[in-house]
């Protein structure tokens, strides 16, 4: 039988629990209801790109916390309009200033979701992992930084999802932001560059080339290859 502090303990869990998921409901609802989404257009960012630009010039300081505030409370709540943030980003603060403001803010970001979410479901998702699945999930956690990095560089995976995913496995926090500051900084340079044209892009379709998307997809690659060959050490040390 539970005792009296055991259940209340329990008890107030499950309220934290309910408070931080009704948090992260309400943001993105309160997001999309007043009209979020039509603000982050790229036609919306360039018609207000002189105001912006003024704005940022005259109260620097202030400026760069709004962008840090905005982007990762953005990155932490999983709402749409990355890569138009990363462009105004870069557009306001330069490439340098700017991959710095990405960099900072999309690892937090990241670090508040990751923690959300493990604290919310993962002991229940745990729980519900098959043989094969946990298996997945305790390879994830032995070579955790290896394979983050690598879902963190290759432009296949979308950012909320490689956030939320680590949290159902063994992974530490330490390694998970570490692989996620690293990983983020290559595509934190490209849009912070490419935002400083913000006035000549048509499209977000067409911002990053061919040649840009195969450089970090090898870049991913690479950050398997201590796993593959850690792996052929073992097979061979097996024999």
Known sequence: ?????????????????????????????????????RYLTLDTLQQNRDALLDYTQAHFWKALLIAVTVYTAATAFSMPGGVLLSLTTGFLFGRWVGTG?????????????????????????????GGRLR???????????HYLLFLRLVPLFPFWLVNLAPAFTGIRLSTY????????????FVFANLGQSLGR?????QLVSTETLG????????ALVPVLVKRFRTRKEGK
């Open 101 to 129: 403001v990405i960099f900072i803010s999309a690892t937090i970001g990241a670090a508040l979701v990751f923690l959300a979410a493990r604290y919310l479901f993962a002991d229940a998702m745990r729980a519900k992992l």
């Open 215 to 222: 450089a970090l997809a090898l870049l991913g690659v690479l």
């Open 1 to 37: 039988m539970q005792s009296d502090d055991t259940m209340t303990a329990t008890s107030s869990s499950h309220w934290l629990k309910g408070l931080i998921a009704l948090v992260f409901i309400g943001a993105l609802a309160a997001f999309f209801a007043l009209g979020g989404q």
């Open 135 to 145: 298996d997945m999930s305790e390879g994830f956690a032995r070579d955790g930084f």
């Open 177 to 188: 932001v570490a692989a996620t500051g690293i990983g983020v900084i290559p595509g934190a």
């Open 201 to 205: 892009i048509r499209s977000t379709s």
